[in-house]
């Protein structure tokens, strides 16, 4: 069965300086994967995903990830990050031959706080 | 557009008691999913459908019922409510075929079974 961990559970980082948030799946084949964020009392939000092609995917907002399929990592980026960006973070894989589509297997989510 | 609306958004349930979380969406869209959060659990797939009619149990389905009688509608029943199910339940919706894949998730459902 497929899985996601993400190893930071916390992590607090200076308005302005990068980010690179962890995430590592296991999945038999290419897998479907996705970042989503999560305000406070809000529903997710689809940050960006990988299917296939370029491993360097651009999101929403200043935020990118890479696919490193040797490492079965999913780092996601930010150069600069700003106040706003304080949320939850969720990466998860399609569960699938769907594309996620019939269902998602979540990371535990990293929680993001921003110093000013 | 009003994309996938869940009612209520909050509840208070006794144990032992039933009740029906409702999900719609209006994007036509052939596939729904419920989720379950759980601090520090992420979210967990209880039940999906990949088109009116056809339904399937994902990762945490006992003690949930669900049907799709229709495209639009997704609900998701608590038959007997336990302290157990006390959570916030996500609905969402997409198409099917990977190049469209984007997942809509509603604003959620707080759940307290008491």
């Known amino acids: 069965a497929q899985s996601v961990t993400q190893p930071d559970i916390h992590i607090t980082v200076s308005e302005g300086a990068s980010l690179e948030l962890r995430c590592n799946y296991s999945?038999?084949?290419?897998?479907?994967l996705f970042w989503y964020v999560q305000s406070p009392g809000q529903g997710l939000q689809l940050l960006l995903k990988?299917?296939?092609?370029?491993?360097l995917v651009q999101g929403i907002k200043g935020f990118e990830a890479e696919f490193k399929r040797s490492q079965s990592s999913f780092n996601l980026r930010k150069p600069s990050v700003h106040w706003s960006d304080a949320a939850e973070y969720f990466c998860a894989v399609g569960r699938g031959s769907g594309g996620g589509a019939d269902g998602l297997t979540f990371g535990k989510g990293t929680h993001l706080i921003i110093q000013p | 557009n009003a994309g996938v609306t869940q009612t209520p958004k909050f509840q208070v349930l006794k144990t032992g008691q039933s009740m029906t979380l409702q999900c719609a969406q209006d994007m036509n869209h052939e596939y729904m999913s419920w989720y379950r959060q759980d601090p520090g659990m992420g979210l967990r797939l209880i039940h999906y459908?990949?088109?009116?009619?056809?339904?399937d149990q994902g990762e945490v389905p006992n003690g949930y019922n669900v049907s799709r009688s229709t495209t639009e509608d997704f609900p998701l029943r608590l038959l007997s409510a336990a302290p157990s199910q006390t959570s916030v339940y996500f609905c969402?919706?997409?198409?099917?075929?990977?190049?469209?894949?984007?997942?809509?998730f509603g604003a959620g459902t707080r759940l307290s079974v008491l």
């Open positions: 969402a919706s997409s198409y099917s075929g990977i190049a469209k894949n984007i997942q809509y």
């Open positions: 999945y038999g084949a290419t897998p479907y």
């Open positions: 459908s990949v088109g009116a009619g056809i339904t």
């Open positions: 990988y299917f296939s092609g370029d491993t």
